[in-house]
């Protein structure tokens, strides 16, 4: 209780522990962002074998692996990184990006995850306050990280994180804590129905299949979270810099415009702008 205390009545200390709190949870989901697509992989593999009658008769024991087993290891020596070697950011730094046991280079996007879930957190902080609402849109802001970077390498939506974050809007809604009920009722269903209808209509028109429908259900769980009213910026902002990064790709790097590229990035990155000034580009359009 003295630390709910100390937080609500200092904005400093508030604010410095929201950003050690996004640097923790930025490290845990850079392990979401890695171990997910696998844990997937692995259970369509199974289900495929099931289905097919191709599972062995005796099913083989397999190691256990998810996201907290096994422990993190370097991918080159097998050296398990302990306690010391994983404070975000830090560690990094102390090792100079190696590897202590093997000086293997460590990818610099795990310190760039930390460190952006840490800034994401402290703005969320800084634009809510000491609330109910900073609680549950870093929430929102922790799930859409992993979501971002996992269609990024992968074109894929994990349901385990789309459904939740859906339910979870729908559910705060009951409370008016972002939007109400009915708001949000509309805005799951016209922001499902609306990337649906896209993807029917273009698939018609061309033959070809625009996108998955992990981004109707995103688009959804958005639309529980900020209103049927924000979506139009949602979807706005996210055509606009898929455009235009899509553009850049293809003059700057040489990316051939025929390879498919991941819609669902953008369309976290406008649900998060939404959520926190989505009422205030509304207004400001209407004035």
Sequence with gaps: MEILQLLEASPVFFIIATGALGLVVGSFLNVVIHRLPVMMNTAWTQEC???????????????????????????????????????????????????????????????????????????????????????????????????????????????????????????????DVFVDSHSSIIGAVAGYLSLWSIYHLFKLITGKEGMGYGDFKLLAAIGAWVGWQALPVVILFSSVVGAVIGILLVVIRGRDHSQPMPFGPFLAAAGWMALLWGNDIIRLYLQ
Aim: aromatic share 10%; net charge negative.
């Design 49 to 175: 074998r099931e289905h097919l009658g191709d599972a062995p008769a005796e099913p083989v024991e397999q190691p256990r692996f998810n996201l907290l087993t096994p422990a993190s290891r370097c991918p080159h020596c097998g050296h398990r990184i302990g306690a010391i070697e994983n404070i975000p950011v830090i560690s990094y730094l102390f090792l100079k990006g190696r590897c202590s046991e093997c000086a293997a280079p460590i990818s610099p996007r795990y310190p760039i995850v930390e460190a952006v879930t840490a800034i994401l957190s402290v703005i969320t902080a800084l634009h809510f306050g000491y609330s109910l609402q900073t609680v549950m849109a870093l929430l929102f802001t922790w799930a859409l990280v992993p979501l971002f970077l996992i269609d990024f390498d992968h074109q894929i939506l994990p349901d385990s994180i789309t459904l939740p974050l859906l339910w979870g809007g729908l559910f705060l809604s009951l409370f």
